[in-house]
């Protein structure tokens, strides 16, 4: 039966809220107590010294950061090339003691995209020369160090961090000189370059430099200015040899903010570096126009975010708690004509039709929308308790975890099996569990509303994007009241028709056909699963969707097998159990591994991946661009996908409009997304937006139309 399949459900769904989350970005650093070592998820920062010969005036003095990262990320050179931040160190230090600027290691070329930085990956240490004035004599150096660093891989992570070392003044510290001693021999050597110089014309500048070292003569090297904002990082350049003297021609960049009379320059080979001081002959170019806002557009913008508004356009007014109530009572109504919540459908259909009295089913119907209601108030709790804790989450979070996708595609496998009529939950049950069941109807349908809610959670319909947006800033007791009202809107319609008779006189009496319509919910139910295991490729790739539906295909054996009699039951269930177990032991893993997501493509390759400062950077060159936040676990996402952006007229007014078109992937947890989801007003998927530069971006509906979508890129 229908109802004693939802006992089974509860168990399952609980399990998934044991999902592991403590894996999720974090991008804080917790405050302790002061020492020479901080350490986050991605980077071990620790302060060193160098004194061999104590803290005196005139001696070598040198203190340094080191950071290690994690493999695939990395924090940034002095000139950080496209995009980054240079790290930046603010010393504290007693009277009579200065320190210098950073002696800056030779970088690395860090392709990211169509751009390009310099930065380091693995270990570097940034050193940085003491000045000890004559008069110095404390026992001991106090020093206080206040550091800050861009972390990247895909996303880019601000970090932060104190230290503080006490070096003793008479004696010698040199444990790790054999660090400061390989990074003086890794960085730049100064060159006096005589000769050398730089040429500047319209679109490129050629750099000939003289005087450098015979061992390289001849060598393919690599080219770092030390000058930010002169030429395309990422750009095509030719270098040459003219017998002695090694030249390149290197494109100058569109957004030039710089003019120098006098470029350095640093030129590499493996870990050998020399820097050039190189004059600049011509003159420059006219520098391109610092991109601005206007001053009454970022009084609004600032208006807005001091109030927790949306920017979704120039008139956005700031949402109060009523409107936010009602949009999220109006988008609960909506996620009813929502795909996610079609197969649940199957289980209130059957249910409603079945019960004939009427006090039976006001009763259904109460106990459905408390569970609908609970189990949205619950969510909202996991999301905000792990978002205090510093977990970038958003709504729908849950289905960023493959194991809680693999479990929810186990229990809809159970229940489409069950409806189409492979086994009764009763014949597995005992008997006192299974009379309970039938004796309890309330408690199937409150089931009922936790299941509608666990897979109707990841679709965020129509009012319902910018009401949890401004939910999650709200204090705990009001965000709650939100999500508590998505559950009534929800739940509103269901409650009604089982207060109407008119609902119950139209429906047919029971009879023959309620077998044939149970049968066919099983393929709702059945699609639902496809799409789960579709979602799952897309975090744990190609293995672990073959593994989950292997492992599918185990589980109906086994329930098969138990439907048996005699000793073939015995037979077939023990070797079917012991086939379950072996594979999920040989395979089981493959299900929650995850793997790198494939990069955003499409087949007419008009899509890029949307990457932190992306969208900065092309309207500052006057770019209009389209930006999709999507998921593959979003079914609306994945609609307004295949339809509206796929439009031949939208394409059309897209190339018209010259709009750049970026995807935001947020099928696995990405805290660079999550964050400007939550700039937007915005804390689920999906979201659109059009930005366009000088003015406030524009968030389009959730659900996407044509006309709307053509209108607003007109404005462009």
Request: aromatic share 8%; proline share 7%; hydrophobic share 50%.
């Amino acid at each position: 039966m229908i109802s004693r399949r939802l006992a089974s459900a509860l168990f399952l769904i609980a399990a998934c809220a044991g999902a592991p989350w403590a894996s999720a970005q974090n991008s804080y650093i917790s405050k302790a107590a002061i020492t020479s070592v901080v350490t986050t998820e991605q980077v071990r920062a620790e302060l060193l010294a160098w004194a061999p010969d104590g803290v005196e005036p005139g001696k070598p003095v040198w203190l340094g950061l080191q950071l290690a990262h994690i493999p695939e990320w990395h924090t940034y050179w002095k000139n950080s090339g496209d995009s980054g931040l240079p790290t930046l160190l603010q010393w504290t230090l007693p009277a009579g003691v200065t320190a210098g600027e950073i002696a800056w290691p030779t970088p690395k070329k860090i392709p990211i995209g169509t751009l390009a930085n310099y930065g380091y990956e693995g270990t570097v240490l940034l050193p940085v020369p003491l000045t000890v004035a004559p008069g110095f004599n404390a026992a001991s150096l106090d020093v206080r160090l206040q550091a800050s660093w861009l972390v990247c891989k895909k996303e880019c992570i601000p970090q932060e961090g104190e230290f503080a070392l006490k070096i003793p003044a008479r004696s010698s510290t040199g444990s790790s000189s054999s660090l400061f001693a390989a990074t003086f021999a890794a960085s730049p050597q100064p060159l006096a370059g005589t000769g050398s110089r730089v040429e500047v014309s319209a679109n490129t500048i050629k750099v000939s430099l003289s005087g450098l070292p015979a061992g390289i003569q001849g060598k393919t090297l690599e080219f770092f200015p030390e000058t930010g904002s002169v030429i395309e990082p990422a750009g095509a350049w030719q270098q040459a040899w003219q017998g002695a003297v090694w030249t390149a021609q290197v494109p100058l960049s569109a957004q030039r903010t710089e003019s120098p009379r006098v470029m350095p320059v640093v030129v590499a080979l493996d870990k050998t570096a020399y820097r050039v001081e190189a004059p600049v002959k011509g003159d420059w170019p006219a520098v391109a126009a610092a991109a601005t806002v206007p001053p009454a557009l970022e009084a609004a913008l600032k208006a807005n975010a001091a109030l927790g508004a949306s920017p979704t356009g120039a008139s956005a007014q700031p949402l109060t708690l009523i409107a936010a109530l009602l949009g999220a009572l109006l988008g609960g109504l909506i996620l009813n004509l929502m795909p996610c919540v079609f197969p649940v459908l199957a289980i209130k259909v059957m249910s409603f039709a079945k019960e004939k009295s009427r006090a039976a089913r006001l009763t259904g119907g109460l106990a459905y929308t408390a569970g609908v209601v609970l189990s949205f108030v619950a969510l909202g709790t996991l999301l905000l308790v792990l978002r205090a804790t510093g977990e970038q989450l958003g709504w729908g979070f849950h289905l960023q975890s493959p194991a809680v996708v693999a479990a929810l595609a186990f229990l809809f496998t159970l229940i489409g099996l069950n409806l189409a009529g492979l086994f009764e939950f009763g014949s597995f049950l005992p008997g006192r569990v299974a009379g309970l069941q039938a004796k309890n109807p309330t408690l199937n349908a409150f089931l009922t509303g936790v299941l509608a809610t666990a897979i109707a959670s990841p679709c965020t319909a129509p009012f319902m994007g910018a009401s949890l947006g401004y939910a999650v800033s709200l204090p705990a007791f009001q965000a709650l009241a939100v999500f508590a009202a998505i559950g009534v809107g929800m739940a509103l319609p269901y409650l009604a028709a089982s207060a109407v008779p008119a609902v119950a006189r139209a429906l047919p009496r029971p009879g023959a056909w309620m077998v044939t319509f149970r049968q066919l919910m099983a393929f709702p139910m059945f699609a639902t699963v496809a799409w789960l295991v579709w979602v799952l490729g897309q975090q744990s790739g190609i293995d672990g969707a073959g593994a989950l539906l292997a492992l599918l295909v185990v589980m109906a054996l086994v329930l098969w097998s138990l439907t048996l009699k005699g000793r073939s039951r015995t037979i077939a269930a023990t070797l079917s159990i012991a086939l379950g177990a072996f594979s999920i032991w040989a395979i089981g893993q493959n299900v929650i591994k995850p793997v790198e997501p494939p990069a955003v493509a499409s087949a007419s390759g008009r899509w890029q991946a949307w990457e932190p400062g992306r969208v900065d950077q092309l309207t500052a060159q006057g770019q209009n661009v389209f930006v999709d936040f999507t998921a593959a676990w979003c079914v609306t996402c994945q609609y307004n996908k295949k339809t509206t952006l796929a439009n031949a007229e939208v394409l059309a007014d897209v190339d018209a409009k010259n709009v750049t078109l970026l995807r935001a992937d947020w099928t696995r947890r990405d805290p660079a997304v999550t964050a400007a989801l939550a700039q937007l007003g915005r804390n689920g998927v999906p979201v659109y937006v059009i930005y366009k530069s000088g003015r406030a971006p524009v968030v389009l509906s959730e659900i996407l139309s044509v006309g709307d979508v053509r209108a607003e890129l007109a404005k462009l």
